[in-house]
């Protein structure tokens, strides 16, 4: 019983930023990690950034994006900037979450969100 939502994705020409949001919610004790995730047509789907007490990245967004989280919210945000044709994909959220005091942390997943970057 853990939703992740986003929101935030669009259509943004090169160069442009979107701000990435994701809302964590149900059955939670603790979110031991959140990130995002990009699928586009074809491709595997790939780490765009995560954080637990620091964020990490793709070598192909760093230095552009930043990922920051809200625990008060359980919200994860992801700040797109400098974006590039190459950056179009379907973006998920991701959360590693414990549902009960003790137990094992699964995986949980967002709906996902288009972001597309026109040349």
């Known amino acids: 019983q853990v939703q992740l939502v986003e929101s935030g994705g669009g259509l943004v020409q090169a160069g442009g930023s979107l701000r990435l949001s994701c809302a964590a919610s149900?059955?939670?004790?603790?979110?031991?990690?959140m990130g995002w995730y990009r699928q586009a047509p074809g491709k595997q789907r790939e780490l765009v950034a995560r954080?637990?007490?620091?964020?990490n990245y793709a070598d192909s967004v760093k230095g552009r994006f930043t990922i920051s989280r809200d625990n008060a919210k359980k919200t994860v945000y992801l700040q797109m900037n400098s974006l590039k044709p190459e950056d179009t994909a379907v973006y998920y959220c991701y959360a590693l979450v414990s549902t009960w005091y003790g137990g094992p942390a699964g995986d949980y997943w967002g709906q996902g969100t288009q972001v597309t970057v026109s040349s």
């Open positions: 149900g059955t939670i004790f603790s979110i031991n990690v």
């Open positions: 954080i637990s007490s620091s964020g």
